[in-house]
C-alpha cells in the first residue's frame, strides 16, 4: 500500500523541504508502481502523505519559534561587596575632618581626533536656564557658519519634546547631534536616538544654557565658544551610558513603564526629594538645590528599599543612593569622586540611613570637595547592573529631572555613544 510507503519514508521527509515533499508525493502517485492500488487509494495516499507533510512544516515552525535557552545566571546572594575605599590627598588641607579624596580621571581614553563635522543638527531647550536657550542657539549658529559647517536647528516646544525631535532627526556620517540646554535636555535627545535601536554610535555634543551643566562642568566647557570649538574640532570621546527602565510619573501619578538612558546621574531618596522642592523655587537660581537639600533634610523621610548591585543585594532603610556616571551633579557638586565616563561602570554613593545631624554633616563634607565618601555611614561601590525595589513607589530623578518612580533597573551600555570634548 502507498500509505505503507509513506511510514517508512516518514523520517526522511522531515528533513525535506514542503517543496520537494510535494514533487515526491505527486511522482510516488503516478508512477504506476505495481502496488499502487487502482485510483480510489490514490486519494488516501495523497491525503495521507499530505498529512506528514503538513505536520512536518507545523513542527518546524514551532521549532523556529522556540525562544533559545537561557543561561540562568545564579540567584544574587544577600550582602553587599565591600565598598570602594579612596585615598586621601594630603597635599590638601583638612575640612570637616578629612582631606580632600584623590579623584579618577574622568576620561580613561584619550579619545581621537576627527574632521570637521559635514553637518550640524543643532536641538534647543529655549526655556534651559532661566531661558537663555534661543539666546545661546543663536551665538551657536553663528559661529559654526563662520567655520563653514552647515547647521540646521529646531526648538522644542514642552518637556520630552527633545525625545520625539531627536528621533525624528536624519543623521548621516560625520554628523553631529548638538544640544543647547541642561542635563536635562541632553538626556533627552540621547534617549530619543538610542530607542532608534541603531547599531552605529552616533556623536553629540553638548552645549550648556541650563542650570547645573553638569556634565559640561566635567567636560571643562563653561561658554559658549569652548563649547563649539569642542563640537567643530575637539576630540571624540567614547561615551557610557546607562539604561534604565522605570515606571513614567512620580508617585500618585504614576503610568506606564518607560526607559530613559542616562549620561550623567541617577537618584533615588533624599536627593529627589530636594530637586522636586527646588522645581518649585526656580526663580531662585541655582541656590534653588541647596534650599531643596536643606527642607529634605528637615523633612527627614523614612525609606525602605532593596538595593541589587550586579549579584548582590541588600534590604534596608536608606536617605540617598546617587547614581553617577559623571562626577559632578547638581549645582556642581563633586557627588562621585571616583567616577570615569567611559570605563564601563557606573558609581553608586549610598548613604544610609541617618538622623539629620549626621545627614547634615555629610552634605556638608560633599559640598567639601566630596569628602563625604569618607563618612562612616556612606559606602561607595560600582557596578554594570542595578535595581532598586521599594514596597510603594518613590521617585527617580534621571539627569536632573524628576520623571520616574520605582521599581528601577539599569543596565550600564559600555561606550554606546560619542561625545565630542576638547582637546
Known sequence: MFHEHAVCIAPILSHTSPRNLLFMTACMVSTGEKEVKPIKYSYWSIYYSLCIIVKTVCLRRIEAFQPPERHMGSKPQEGLLEPMEFEHDPSSRKKKGAHRPVFAEIFQLEGESVDLPKKVHLLVNPFSGKKKGRAVAQRVIELVKEAGVEIQSSYSAYSGHLVTMASALVVGKNEVIAVVGGDGSLSEAITGRMLLGKKGKETFAAIPAGTGNSHAHDLKLSSVEQAVEAMLRG????LDLARVELTEGLPGATGEPMVRYSHNLVTWGLGVDSTIQAEKM??????????????AIMANRRRTATLTLDDRYTTDD???FLVQNTQTGGSMLPLAPGASTDDGLMDIGILKKMGRRDVLKAFGMLKKEGRHVFHPRVDYHRFTSLRIDTEEPTAINIDGENIG???LSMTVLKHAAYLMRPN
Not at 576630540?235 to 567614547?238: K, L, T, V
Open 235 to 238: 576630540r571624540r570621546h567614547a
Open 282 to 295: 526656580r526663580w531662585m537660581g541655582p541656590i534653588r538645590y541647596d534650599v531643596g537639600i536643606l527642607l
Open 318 to 320: 536608606f536617605t540617598l
Open 405 to 407: 518612580s520605582t521599581p
